[in-house]
């Protein structure tokens, strides 16, 4: 009852400051996957939890409670939403900490764990598909958080100059007159607009919030949230290039406009279907990268450098 009673306070405390951050978030049309992060946040924590609450004992789940204290009682004097929203975020995080700490206590104590009851959706695949470790959910539960000082304005600015450049590099390789526009991007033959090339499903938040998605389901482990933060912007980027140049080649020597409202759901779609390959490419690179390295056995010697290597990294990476 005390364990219910603790984690019910920080939490309802901590949501009356995220809730405003939230309803902004969703008024931004490169944050409209938010919802899919509440969905997926609370179906994998049912799946992975053991159902036992239980109070902080562990020095990280304390020291995240104590910042997220700290963030929480800051926000009202400095009229920042934004640590109060951060307060949220590390109480879920030191309850995903507190709680993968006592199931591992938990699994050593007894020599065969009992078997779990399950029904319904939980039941058969489902569950064997989607079960790991709640520590493995804390970058999703980032997720839900915006990067501060309007800086995720700045990164999807950022990376879409990226695309204009590259765009204009293989169009002007290809003998294609373009010149990007604040509005639109101006050819030879007539004007692109520019909302409608640079689609929401392939915008930075988007592809990073899939490649963190994959992130979670797969079990991968959360200090490797730089890499696929990074692989998400990459995936965007590619994503973004390869729709815009399929676009002005179709426009341009074709006279075909695929952004026009019957042509553009199959080409999103086909456009999506190789980012979506590009990413799980991208969790199978880091995956091939960071995976533990075998000791030679035929001498029996453990070079000292592997063994740095799979203590620093591949002994991190667990149900593969």
């Known amino acids: 009852m005390v364990a219910i009673l603790f984690w019910l306070a920080l939490l309802?405390?901590?949501?009356?400051?995220?809730?405003?951050?939230?309803?902004?978030?969703?008024?931004?049309?490169?944050?409209s996957h938010l919802p899919v992060v509440w969905i997926t946040l609370i179906l994998l924590v049912a799946i992975r939890w053991d159902k036992v609450l239980r109070l902080p004992s562990g020095i990280v789940g304390w020291l995240l409670i104590i910042v997220g204290v700290a963030c929480l009682a800051c926000s009202y004097p400095l009229n920042s939403p934004w640590l109060g929203a951060c307060s949220w975020c590390l109480f879920v995080l030191a309850f995903l900490v507190c709680s993968t700490q006592q199931t591992e206590d938990d699994t050593k104590l007894t020599l065969r764990r009992p078997k779990e009851k399950t029904s319904g959706l939980l039941n058969g695949n489902l569950k064997g598909k989607l079960s790991g470790t709640l520590g493995a959910l804390a970058p999703l539960v980032l997720?839900?958080?915006?990067?501060?000082?309007?800086?995720?304005?700045?990164?999807?600015?950022?990376?879409?100059?990226v695309v204009f450049k590259t765009t204009s590099f293989f169009l002007d390789s290809l003998s294609v007159p373009n010149q990007w526009q604040p509005t639109n991007l101006r050819l030879t033959i007539g004007v692109l607009s520019r909302a409608e090339l640079l689609t929401i499903l392939f915008s930075p938040m988007t592809c990073c919030f899939a490649m963190v998605l994959i992130q979670s389901l797969k079990n991968r482990?959360?200090?490797?949230?730089?890499?696929?933060?990074?692989?998400?912007?990459?995936?965007?980027?590619v994503a973004n290039t390869l729709f815009v140049m399929t676009g002005v080649l179709?426009?341009?020597?074709?006279?075909?406009?695929?952004?026009?409202?019957e042509f553009r759901f199959a080409a999103i779609t086909v456009v999506a279907l190789a980012t979506l390959l590009l990413l799980l490419s991208l969790d199978r690179f880091w995956l091939v990268t960071f995976y533990p390295t075998r000791t030679d056995s035929r001498n029996d010697w453990n070079n000292?450098?592997?063994?740095?290597?799979?203590?620093?990294?591949?002994l991190n990476i667990k149900r593969t």
């Open 143 to 161: 997720m839900a958080l915006p990067l501060p000082r309007n800086y995720d304005v700045l990164l999807v600015s950022e990376s879409y100059q």
């Open 221 to 237: 482990p959360a200090w490797l949230l730089p890499f696929y933060i990074g692989s998400g912007l990459v995936a965007s980027i």
């Open 250 to 261: 179709a426009y341009v020597f074709f006279q075909f406009n695929i952004t026009a409202v």
């Open 304 to 314: 000292p450098l592997i063994k740095a290597w799979n203590r620093a990294f591949g």
């Open 12 to 31: 309802s405390a901590s949501m009356v400051r995220i809730v405003p951050v939230w309803s902004r978030m969703l008024s931004s049309d490169h944050y």
